[in-house]
């Protein structure tokens, strides 16, 4: 008898008859000695395809991708209806100048205050400096951006001397990082900085190219097969401002996994607790900003890569709408789940960065039709405060809204951005190559390449209905609120620091609700609230509309200023503002 298929019912269904009810994915948790054998059998021609094929039918992927009716037709890329309109908003150019994006979004902003910022009070609760503090530094003489780069090179070699090695920046050169304060300190001699932007020490995530540095995804021969010749895009317009990119950040290998784990050059820590992972895959980025040594970083977004390591770090990070951002100089460049993102330890900061590397690919601009790029009114501290008439829903089991089949893009998103990855990656599994990654690198690999075409189209199934289910919540609120994570940062193994692990469960926790921000393209921001009770940093997620990043961005000012708490300073900080290790 042939398999009975499961029909998914047309997608105006009662959603309110909808329950949340959250999946535990169905997969081991192996390191050490069990991971290599685990590795070993899964690469194995027969045996390996009957272990994968049941961690699918565990968690129901095989039945939903082959044994299920679904109604709707393949949507291959984020559709987005038109922009409906944002209260409280000034918009922007595309075309224009970075800088004067820049100049444009610091407008937007109350205004600066020294006074209330620059106390030397030990009693005074911990703030993380924001780029505005560091202009007014060296604007007024009291730093310049040549001595901060000492600071932070001093920073640097202090953490890379920790045992047992967990290093923020794979890729790192001293001298560049002297050169391009010294030429951002002459600017601000001759009174032509560049932008707000100019002498602020910004790092870059490993798949994201920054010249002269290799791009390796946290491979160790990725960088064999790809020279790096010039900036990305999103890195370009960040130096058009001044800023100082400092190096290459760690990460999780390839950006295949969402704890940071990596055993090629060494797991990055916690900065609120060195035995706990970032969360990943930009773990270094989230790290480094949240540890002091930078004001932001970049890192990209295909799983919540950016947003869940911020969480798990208390910073902030945004994930913009699908296209907003233009990828090209990316690892992964031409997918449909991926953006590049800020992270930075405040929203303030969050809204001048993403003002300098916003801008559609010329590709994008044809595909997607993307609305104006928009910011929010922050100009007064009762636009800082106020969420205006933002309406806001939140989806439990219980009340407000109810986002119904999470586990259905779960798979669609694992399929997707799997085969993506496997897309690209393809051409350079060659030659023995895929046995120098990591084992929980090769498992997801492995996994990706189970999925069929027929697998992949089915996905696309489920982005067009899942797409329906958001928007048709999206007429009842302007921003879903949820928790960034589950839960706050997982405990590192000891095992899994020289070998990896692979765990599942944990990764698939991780994503649970970051997922829509990906699969259907829309913005997201992960801003921090308070902490658990082992004094762990807790995130909220804010997700927006199609193109309306300037809502997300409101509130999560408002939430910052009203809601959040005083700050905690991590046990790994360092001031190089002020030149003090900590």
């Known amino acids: 008898m042939g398999k009975k298929l499961v029909k998914l019912p047309a997608t105006e269904v009662d959603m309110t008859a909808a329950k949340y009810t959250p999946q535990r994915v169905q997969a081991p948790h192996l390191t050490g000695f ?12 027969i045996i390996g395809s009957m272990i994968l094929n049941l961690v699918k039918n565990k968690n129901r992927i095989t039945k939903m991708l082959k044994n299920t009716v679904i109604p709707e037709t393949p949507m291959f890329i984020p559709e987005f209806p038109p922009k409906e309109s944002e209260p409280g ?7 224009g100048k970075p800088e004067e994006r820049v100049e444009f979004a610091l407008k937007c902003l109350p205004d600066y205050n020294p006074a209330c910022i620059w106390i030397n009070d030990p009693t005074t609760p911990f703030r993380y400096w924001k780029i505005r503090d560091y202009t007014y530094a060296y604007k007024f003489k009291l730093t310049t951006p040549s001595q901060v780069a000492e600071h932070f090179i001093l920073a640097i070699e202090e953490s890379n001397n920790k045992n047992p090695l967990a290093p923020l920046l794979i890729s790192y050169d001293p001298d560049e990082v002297r050169r391009q304060a010294a030429a951002s300190t002459q600017r601000f001699k001759e009174g032509s900085e560049l932008s707000i932007l100019d002498g602020i020490f910004i790092a870059v995530k490993d798949d994201i190219d920054c010249y002269p540095y290799p791009s390796k995804g946290g491979a160790t021969w990725f960088h064999e097969l790809r020279q790096v010749k010039k900036d990305a895009v999103c890195v370009s317009r960040l130096r058009n401002c001044g800023a100082v990119m400092v190096g290459k950040t760690n990460m999780h290998e390839l950006a295949l996994g969402t704890t940071g784990n990596n055993a090629n050059f060494g797991t990055t820590r916690n900065p609120h607790a060195p035995d706990r992972y970032t969360g990943g895959s930009s773990s270094g980025s989230a790290a480094i900003v949240a540890c002091g040594l930078c004001s ?14 911020s969480s798990l770090c208390g910073v902030v990070g945004l994930k913009t709408t699908y296209g907003r951002t233009d990828m090209k100089g990316l690892l992964y460049h031409s997918g449909t789940v991926a953006i590049v993102g800020p992270i930075t330890a405040t929203v303030e900061d969050a809204i001048l960065v993403y003002a300098a590397i916003l801008g559609s690919s010329p590709a994008e601009r044809v595909s997607l039709k993307p609305a104006l790029p928009c910011l929010p009114n922050l100009s007064s501290y009762e636009n800082w405060c106020s969420t205006g008439s933002l309406r806001l829903g939140k989806y439990t089991e219980t009340i407000e809204i109810v986002i119904p089949e999470l586990h259905e893009m779960f798979i669609a998103h694992v399929v997707s951005i799997g085969s993506e990855a496997l897309s690209q990656l393809n ?7 895929l046995a120098r990654l990591t084992y929980d690198s090769r498992i997801s690999l492995a996994l990706f390449q189970t999925y069929s075409a027929s697998d992949y189209i089915a ?3 489920l982005r067009r209905r899942l797409m329906h289910f958001y928007m048709e919540i999206f007429k009842k609120v302007d921003i879903i609120v949820t928790p960034t994570t589950p839960m706050t940062a997982p405990i590192i193994s000891p095992t899994a620091l020289t070998v990896g692990e692979t765990n599942m469960r944990i990764s698939g926790s991780l994503m649970r609700f970051v997922l829509a921000g990906n699969l259907l393209g829309f913005p997201a921001i992960s801003v921090p609230v308070g902490y658990d009770k082992q004094g762990l940093p807790i995130g909220m997620q804010l ?13 999560a000012a408002a939430i910052e200023e009203t809601c959040a708490g005083p700050k905690k300073k991590p046990v790994q900080f360092y001031d190089i503002l002020q030149g003090k290790l900590m």
């Open 34 to 45: 069990w991971l290599k054998l685990f590795v070993m059998l899964i690469e194995a021609p």
């Open 89 to 95: 908003v000034f918009c922007l150019e595309e075309d």
């Open 296 to 309: 932001a970083a970049l890192g990209t977004d295909g799983g919540g890569s950016v947003r869940i390591p």
């Open 427 to 433: 051409p350079d599994l060659e030659d023995g190559k």
């Open 459 to 461: 996905a696309q199934c």
């Open 543 to 555: 997700i927006g509309r199609p193109w309306c990043e300037a809502s997300i961005l409101r509130l």
